[in-house]
């Protein structure tokens, strides 16, 4: 038997995760990718499950610790250990960039950060040395938020000045404060503190709708056939399917059509980059706030299999059990309002994708079909876009395509 100590896996952009929950005791036995403990980021909760199965002998950590990547958590006494051949490289090549120690040369970098540094992924710790630790204290900056331009990733005082002098920049200012306000002045007042996840998605919002030049197209499909041949599948197959299932579905099949709806600007806003794969992000509504998991390769899934991951998902998120994958790759989003009302609205993109499509709630209409009045399903549409990436012309040949595909039964047929 062998010891195995389990460490915090990669967190994505996550740093200090609150440990929210442990599934485990010592004594437990555990297999292979059961839940062993559970933490909170702003974004969401995450289970961690167990890399190798055996007997937990130690817990490292308590309820309300903070953690990062790469931190001990848990000793267990593994039944079986294998080793690949690829992760002894890749601990090697771990070792090999620790030692390493940047040039005097390597440090000389201009004033300006050189941003594309911005996307190594240094979570769990930041590189930078003790006199520019110090200058941060003194100044009150989170180095969390500088931006580096040094090797590796590496925190220079050059960044600590442009990050004091873009604060300092009135036209800079990422957000604005709201007025003060003694409200009780007017009457008995109640205060509660935003969530974490609230927290996040107005700065996401804010940051989203202030960097991106939103531009919305609204538009009617008639989905009254459709809606009539779901009733018959729904019947032949013993299913209840969601309608946004269908809308997922034409949308994913639309984003292989309309491959620039389905792209990002790079972080220097220089180039287009295209995706060969379609993550769809279905935006839910927790008692926490909002959250936007994704589904993978949507395109490539049927109508059932959306359905069921969209059910999945919904109960994971309102659960706080969703996995930090399941939270990123999303390259185009949807978010419906079907269930609750209204008619069209404005959604906001999700950075880094271009384009959102809002779904509103179906109302009956009147048209003149043949020469015939007759009530049909009016499905209400909403895509916000990018306009830095997006035209007008494209954004059209969307929507109305996806008005069309709600008329294509034979296209439900073929993918329910």
């Known amino acids: 038997m062998t010891i195995e100590k389990i460490k915090i ?38 289970e961690i499950p167990a890399s190798v199965a055996g007997k937990v002998i130690d817990i490292k950590v308590s ?7 790469g931190v001990i958590f848990l000793e267990i006494e593994a039944a079986e250990v ?7 490289k890749e601990t090697l ?38 006199a520019v630790r110090k ?52 009457g008995d007042i109640k205060t509660e503190p935003l969530t974490k996840f609230q927290k996040t998605s107005a700065e996401n919002l804010q940051q989203s709708w202030r960097n991106i030049p939103h531009v919305t197209q609204h538009d009617e499909a008639n989905i009254d056939e459709l809606m009539s041949l779901r009733t018959d599948l729904n019947k032949a197959s013993g299913l209840k399917i969601s309608p946004l299932a269908f809308f997922v579905k034409a949308a994913a099949s639309l984003l292989e059509e309309f491959p620039l709806m389905n792209s990002s600007l790079d972080e220097n806003t220089e180039n287009i980059v295209f995706k060969d794969y379609i993550n769809v992000g279905i935006a839910i509504d927790t008692p926490k706030g909002l959250i936007v998991p994704n589904i993978k390769g949507a395109n490539k899934l049927s109508i059932i299999e959306i359905s069921e991951e969209i059910g999945r998902m919904a109960n994971a998120a309102k659960d706080r059990k969703l996995k930090v994958d399941e939270l990123k790759g999303s390259t185009f989003s949807i978010s ?35 020469g015939d009045v007759k009530e049909i399903s009016i499905l209400p549409i909403s895509l916000s876009y990018d306009h830095r990436v997006i035209n007008g012309v494209e954004a059209v040949k969307f929507t109305t395509r996806f008005c069309e595909m709600m008329t294509d039964l034979e296209f439900y047929k073929l993918n329910y």
């Open 63 to 69: 309820n309300g610790d903070t953690v990062n990547e």
């Open 82 to 88: 294998v080793v690949e051949e690829v992760a002894e």
């Open 135 to 186: 200058l941060a204290r003194e100044f009150g900056i989170n180095l969390n938020e500088v931006l580096p331009s040094g090797p590796r990733g590496r925190i220079l005082k050059e960044d600590l000045h442009h990050f004091v002098k873009q604060r300092l920049d009135p036209k800079a200012q990422t957000f604005s404060k709201n007025p003060s306000v003694d409200f009780s002045k007017w």
């Open 9 to 46: 896996p990669d967190l994505g952009d996550a740093l200090d995760v609150e440990v929210i929950e442990i599934c485990v005791k010592p004594g437990d036995m555990v297999t292979k990718d059961d839940s062993i403990i559970v933490l909170e980021s702003e974004k969401a909760a995450m």
């Open 93 to 130: 090549i771990e070792k090999e960039a620790k030692k390493a120690t940047p040039t005097i040369e390597e440090q000389t970098v201009a004033s300006k950060p050189n941003e594309t540094n911005a996307s190594i992924n240094y979570t769990g710790s930041i590189y930078a040395g003790p």
């Open 336 to 370: 419906s309002l079907g269930a609750i009302g209204g008619k069209f609205f404005t959604p906001i993109i999700n950075p880094p994708e271009v384009g959102i499509l809002g779904i509103s709630k179906t109302f009956k209409a009147l048209e003149i079909i043949n």
